[in-house]
Structure formats: C-alpha cells, structure tokens
C-alpha cells in the first residue's frame, strides 16, 4: 500500500513571495489533515478535510494560508505572502473512519 | 476541546534501562489514544493506538501504553531502550465523534546513554 505522498520535500523563498504544497493521502482516506510543525514544537493543526469538506481551519492563518482538496482526494496548501515566522515543516496526514493517522514525509519551508 | 500535555520537554536514559513517557489529555468522553514517533528529518510513525477495550495496548519496537480514564493518561513504557530508540515521541488524541480532529502534544526528546 503507497503512503502519503507530499512534494517537494524542501522548499526556499524570500518573505512575501508566495509558496504551494501538495499532497496526495492513502487512497480510499476520507479524511485529510495539514499540520505545521516548528522547529521544537509539536504538529499544529492547520485545516482537517472530510472527502472535500472542511471540517476544522480554526488555526489556519486565513489572510495568508488557503487550502483546498480536489474532487475528495489530493489536496494544496498555499502561504500567500509568506512571512519569517511561516519556516517549518508541513505534514499532511490522511485517516480512515477510525482516526489512524499516516503521514507524509513533510515539506520543509524556509523563509528568508 | 481537545488538548494534550506531554510534561517532560526532554529524558535521557542509559541504554538497556527501562522508559516512561508521560501524556495527560483532555477531552470530554473517552477518545482515541496514540502515540508518534519522529527520527530527525522524517515525518511520524505510528508506535501504538488506543480505540476501546484492554487498557493496556502493544505496539511496534517493544513499546507499550496503558490507558488511565481516571487519572486521564496515556502514558508510554518500554522495558529496556536501545539507542536506536533516540528520538522525538509525540502523544495525540482523537476525537470519537464525526470529525476525527487529532490533536498532538508538544513531544518528549528522547537521549539515549551508551
């Protein structure tokens, strides 16, 4: 069974240029997660989606961060300007019904 | 909400001793229990889960977790570490309704002495 796919694995911009993530789940996974990890921190959850449903974006940074899952399966994450304070690592993760979360190998942005 | 306390930031063991990893939740009825764990560089892997029934769960690599709804923990064991066991080990809980939100705890760094 393939895992959860994420690219690029690494990723370099200056501040205020934008950046774009994808990520592709276990297929058959309803439920798709974004997470962004600082360097010392524990996974914050940035926006959980149900098929293409969103159901939590509570501390997704809306003015600069937008999310969107294509047709219940793959999905992008986008930082619109990026700021300094944007530099982690962003994990997707996907689950079937039960909670089991697998996750992608991550992106690591850096902003300069 | 959801929330998960992990009160040990770091933990340093001599190899071959035994480990405790501590995680306190918070969630209004009994949830899903697990814990991750991260090597530098690499995204998480799932050591052990807690759905329902016996509240003393194994998982890969020699570890194991037990379940406490009174005292709300979930605490990881692992009998004798190894070196390879160095590493980040994260906590999270999952909710039990239609949303599956899942939440992690801020981890616990393992160093492991030769």
């Known amino acids: 069974e393939a895992g959860v796919a994420q690219s690029p694995r690494y990723k370099i911009i200056e501040k205020r240029q934008s950046v774009a993530f994808w990520c592709n789940p276990i297929?058959?996974?309803?439920?798709l997660y974004w997470y962004q990890q600082i360097l010392g921190q524990g996974p914050k959850l940035l926006i959980q989606?149900?098929?293409?449903?969103?159901?939590?974006d509570s501390q997704l940074p809306k003015d600069r961060f937008s999310a969107e899952r294509l047709k219940g399966v793959d999905s992008t994450l986008k930082i619109q300007p990026a700021k300094l304070e944007d530099s982690a690592v962003y994990l997707c993760a996907s689950s079937s019904e039960f909670g089991e979360a697998f996750f992608g190998q991550g992106t690591r942005l850096t902003v300069v | 909400a959801q929330s998960v306390t992990q009160p040990d930031i770091h933990i340093t063991v001599s190899e071959g001793a035994s480990l405790e990893l501590r995680c306190n939740y918070s969630?209004?009825?009994?949830?899903?229990l697990f814990w991750y764990v991260q090597s530098p560089g690499q995204g998480l892997q799932l050591l052990l889960k807690y759905f329902s029934g016996d509240t003393l769960v194994q998982g890969i690599k020699g570890f194991e977790a037990e379940f406490k709804r009174s005292q709300s923990s979930f605490n990881l064991r692992k009998p004798s570490v190894h070196w390879s066991d160095a590493a980040e080990y994260f906590c999270a809980v999952g909710a039990r309704d239609s949303s599956y939100k899942l939440i992690f705890g801020s981890g616990t760094r393992l160093l492991v002495r030769p």
């Open positions: 969630y209004g009825a009994t949830p899903y």
């Open positions: 989606f149900q098929n293409n449903g969103v159901v939590d």
């Open positions: 297929s058959g996974h309803a439920t």
